[in-house]
């Protein structure tokens, strides 16, 4: 049948079973809503108060279900609002289609209004990116692009389609799912565009030989990373702990990967890892890491690091293997696969000295309480004694954040919505909004910084519009907490431009939005609002005032040996 590009980009949307789409129209995009508009009891649309916002709320979507994004733009402004969240998805390997509309063919490269080279700026952060230019090869570019998203280590990728292919009419042949590998030109291209992308078969030599390691080991470790969290392995990976009887640390990207309230774990790894993590890392004689990169946060002088132990990585992208630290052993391959070959090769195991050890270190930090404010450990017990053990948590990126990964236990894949490796401020409220869309009858918690909220709190809009009981808790401290953390410990005091002691009112900022809002100063007040938040199922802000010198602990400097803690 004949049908419009645009027409067409919604039939293939809907082939790929997309139910959801966040954006933000304009000018070079009009016809593509103009085709949506007809689809509105299949595709719900959410309309954000900012591009950066969709791009958020897609990753948020994402990440929680486990699906495919999708984030619409326009050109020009549009869709470079939308870079940051590209380059967010890209860094924790997240899997959205961006859909952006350009200016048309006899305007492209005239400096024409609102257009730019958005495929260029894009290509270093995302898998792969398209300029459709021909309204017959846009059916299959979408299929392509999806492919790719979601195969292999996922992330993200960007279609930008010139104004002109969204008008222009072709024929459209409909192509359910299941056969777009298999359907003749286009299954060789899904073939060959995620040939580099795919799972690599596991090496079988290599997991046998890393079977016999752990069972030579007196000593193991393991990393929970977030390979774990996106290939769903956590099942496996639960048994696999279980199975070798090791301590189990969790990098920022793995939370929900591995249960937070197991016996066996010990906290979360790296710069501000708990002291049981970092010194049984620095004192075994294995270390398995398991979807984890050894980012700076987590290895931070790799030439110490785990320096006792033989070191096994598993990963699904080769490139990972010995980039930032080097390895004994290594196995490519999806965490779910290896994982199952190993645990169909391994007895159980007893390392419970090993584990006494270990567990003599604290796994979390404890806080005086005889304060006039609020400390993070009262702020994050009192989320957990009321909230659901279900709850979503999203996060921006400062001290707050690091406080929720050390203190919540994230029992599941997608449960932690948290940038780690971009360190996006401003990434939560936008990806609670996500996890709120595609989760309505569960709690969603956006966990945030004072200096955070003010980045994207113009998303309370859309929280209010779409009546989306998603509940903000502002760590709010009057500064800039973690750059003054840094400026406290390396800076001799000199709070160089990181106090906020400025608008606006969180609570009055909530209720101009059509919230409820309210601040509080003590774990009583602080139920309380809790409490009422729950119950009102709607939007509500509850602003925690805690102290300006209060710091992240425990903490190892950028650098230094992962037991070298510059507070603990």
């Not at 005032?545 to 400097?557: C, G, K």
Request: charged share 20%; glycine share 10%.
């Amino acid at each position: 049948m004949q049908m419009t590009g645009a027409e067409i980009l919604i039939q293939c949307l809907l082939e790929q079973g997309v139910d959801t789409i966040f954006g933000y129209p304009g000018g070079t995009i009009l016809n593509v809503y103009d085709a949506l508009y007809g689809y509105s009891d299949k595709i719900k649309h959410i309309l954000t108060a900012h591009e950066q916002g969709a791009s958020h709320a897609a990753d948020g979507y994402a990440r929680s279900t486990g699906k495919v994004g999708v984030c619409f733009a326009t050109s020009g402004p549009g869709c470079t609002n939308l870079v940051t969240g590209i380059a967010t998805a890209h860094l924790d390997s997240s899997p959205i289609v961006f859909i952006t509309c350009n200016v048309a063919e006899n305007l492209i490269g005239k400096d024409s209004f609102q257009e730019v080279d958005i495929t260029g700026i894009t290509m270093p952060i995302t898998k792969s990116n398209y300029l459709v230019r021909d309204v017959n090869k846009l059916a299959d570019t979408v299929r392509e692009a999806f492919g790719i998203a979601r195969s292999g280590r996922p992330g993200p990728v960007l279609i930008d389609i010139l104004k002109n292919v969204t008008a222009e009419q072709t024929e459209y042949e409909p192509l359910p799912l299941e056969q777009h590998r298999f359907h003749g030109h286009l299954g060789k291209l899904i073939q060959r565009a995620t040939q580099d992308f795919k799972a690599p078969e596991p090496d079988v030599e290599d997991v046998d030989k890393m079977a016999e390691m752990i069972k030579a080991c007196k000593k193991p470790m393991l990393i929970c990373g977030g390979g774990v969290v996106r290939g769903r392995a956590h099942e496996e990976f639960q048994r696999f702990a279980e199975r070798i009887d090791s301590p189990v640390a969790v990098t920022v990207m793995g939370g929900g990967g591995f249960r937070g309230r197991s016996p066996l774990t010990t906290g979360m790894i790296g710069m501000h890892g708990s002291q049981a993590s970092n010194m049984a890392v620095d004192g075994c004689d294995l270390l398995i890491a398991v979807g984890c990169r050894f980012s700076d946060r987590v290895a931070l002088d790799p030439s110490t690091f785990a320096k006792q132990a033989k070191i096994v990585q598993i990963d699904i992208d080769r490139s990972e293997v010995n980039k930032n630290v080097k390895t004994d052993h290594h196995i490519i391959g999806d965490a779910k696969q290896v994982l199952q070959m190993l645990l169909d090769r391994l007895p159980q195991a007893d390392h419970s000295e090993w584990k006494d050890y270990v567990f003599s270190f604290p796994t979390e930090t404890e806080y005086t309480l005889d304060g006039e404010t609020l400390t993070p450990k009262q702020i994050s017990d009192a989320i957990a004694r009321l909230a659901p053990m279900d709850t979503f948590v999203a996060t921006d990126v400062g001290q707050h954040q690091m406080w929720a990964i050390q203190h919540f236990h994230f029992d599941f894949p997608g449960q932690l919505l948290t940038s780690g490796g971009f360190g996006t401020m401003g990434f939560g409220l936008g990806a609670a909004i996500g996890a709120q869309v595609a989760h309505p009858d569960t709690t969603v918690l956006h966990i945030a910084g004072d200096g955070c909220f003010r980045m994207n709190c113009h998303e309370l809009a859309t929280v209010s519009y779409y009546k989306l009981p998603i509940i903000s808790v502002v760590f709010n401290n009057g500064t800039l907490g973690m750059v003054r953390q840094w400026q406290n410990l390396i800076y001799e005091k000199r709070f160089s431009q990181t106090t906020l002691d400025r608008a606006p009112d969180f609570v009055k900022l909530a209720e101009a939005y059509g919230l409820k809002g309210k601040r509080v100063h003590n774990v009583a007040e602080l139920e309380e609002a809790l409490r009422e938040a729950l119950e009102r199922k709607s939007g509500y802000v509850i602003d925690c005032a805690i102290d300006i010198d209060e710091m992240v602990r425990p903490m190892v400097s950028g650098g230094s040996h992962i037991t070298n803690f510059l507070v603990d």
